[in-house]
């Protein structure tokens, strides 16, 4: 016998304490992405609706909901870079995160150092192990099945460029739990860490 199912139209409200959708798609990489303003104003901030999306050529992409200055920014001037939010980065990643004026940098504000790119003109964070320097190929305003469009925008970027510190690198093949990656749960406060012991492989049929 199968558990009772509690069911929900989003339209009508889910009519719990919080609202379940982010915690049931969990947990999820987390965009901690650089940009320079037209200004040549620095700023950094997580987005927790962020993944890859293509090999060749490879795509990342970041969900802004509201036009905020990563958006703009994007926009503005064609780049911004991902950089790995880490568990010894957590507390650095969550302070750039707070809700300051365009002109504040993120990168002081977190205590955070802007180590430039090869690739484009944004700085990447030099204490992330991993970072990938994207030129935007698209930014998209997202719509409902009914065509009203939404106040969220994806911006997709092109990875011109990758920088993996070298330790994480074992025999030449990328250790994605050694990098310690931090992932965003639901709630207002749940994040998750990857560790060794929770690795499993299994091959694809075939």
Partial sequence: MTDSMYFYEPASGHGLPHDPFNALVAPRPIGWVSTRGADG????????????????PPIVGFSSIGYKDSVRNAQATGEFCWNLATRPLAEAMNA???AVAPEVDEFELAGLT???????NVPRVAESPVSLECKVSQVLQLAGADGQLADTWVVFGEVVG???????????IYDTAAA???????GPADYFQVEEAQRFQMYRPG
């Fill in 41 to 56: 104003i620095l700023n950094l901030a997580p987005y927790s609706f962020f993944n890859a999306f293509n090999y060749h």
């Fill in 180 to 186: 310690q990656p931090i992932l965003r749960g639901g």
């Fill in 96 to 98: 750039s995160c707070a």
């Fill in 162 to 172: 990758v920088h993996i510190a070298e330790h994480l690198l074992k025999d030449g």
């Fill in 114 to 120: 802007p180590e430039p790119s090869r690739v484009v």
